[in-house]
């Protein structure tokens, strides 16, 4: 009989714990009863061996008192707390991988969002630099085209005196020519020098005049003859030769 009170003693210890540790459990994990299961119940949830009041008040305070349950229930609770430190450290790791996570993906728009500033810049540079260049250029061109602008008027200008100077040069020439001819036949030595005969004094540009050849005068004019010379009656070409239109 002693022998089959401590089997049965300890079959109620082993459903007590088995039944503590469903509790337990199910308390720490936060789980919800099950539909198959319900609210605990003394009556219903402990294993009865039908043996006499007496065995089962003895196997209750031994399971109570027992340092076999009291280990077990330690463990159990240990086994618990390793379970939900585990639950949290996994809970932490997870966090800390959304956290990089999230953190990454704000470095790499503030990277994307700093390059496409730079690219920006470099751009507005870029065309800040071609246009520059292109003013650069415009400025250039207009001022070679004015350098050879006034170049070409300067050369043109040249030539034309050029010409200028070779037609006065041919026009001195034949007056000379002509001048010469006229000083030998009239017996001057120069168109300044007069020609004097019984105290009277005539000039080669007054004997122009009085003969009224306009292409000589012209031609002393141009060789030199001075047209405010005044002959022995004190008269200017000019005044010699207004004498002659009033006479006709």
């Known amino acids: 009989l002693s022998q089959a009170q401590n089997q049965q003693g300890i079959f109620l210890y082993h459903s007590s714990s088995l039944l503590a540790s469903r509790r337990l459990t ?8 099950c539909k198959g299961c319900s609210i605990s119940d003394a009556t219903t949830d402990t294993v009865k061996v039908n043996v006499g009041g007496t065995l089962l008040a003895d196997a209750a305070g031994v399971a109570k008192t027992s340092p076999k349950h009291q280990a077990a229930e330690e463990q159990l609770q240990c086994r618990d707390e390793e379970v939900n430190e585990k639950q949290l450290q996994q809970e932490r790791e997870e966090e ?6 999230a953190e990454e993906q704000q470095r790499s728009e503030r990277e994307r969002a700093e390059e496409q500033l730079r690219l920006e810049h470099e751009r507005a540079a870029v065309a800040q630099a071609t246009e520059e260049q292109r003013l650069r250029d415009e400025a250039e061109f207009a001022e070679c085209e004015a350098a050879e602008r006034v170049a070409g008027e300067e050369a043109t200008r040249r030539e034309e005196d050029g010409r200028k100077r070779v037609a006065e040069e041919q026009l001195r020439k034949q007056a000379q020519e002509k001048v010469d ?6 017996g001057f030595k120069t168109v300044t020098m007069p020609r004097t005969s019984c105290f ?8 122009a005049v009085q003969e009224n050849n306009a292409g000589l005068v012209s031609a002393l004019l141009l060789s030199g003859a001075d047209k405010k010379v005044k002959n022995s009656t004190g008269k200017t070409p000019l ?8 006479k006709g």
């Open 26 to 33: 199910s308390a720490v994990m936060g789980q919800s009863e």
């Open 96 to 101: 800390e991988r959304r956290r990089q996570k």
């Open 181 to 186: 001819v006229f000083l030998k036949a009239k």
């Open 200 to 207: 009277t004094a005539s000039y080669p540009l007054h004997v």
């Open 239 to 246: 005044e010699a030769a207004e004498k002659l239109n009033k």
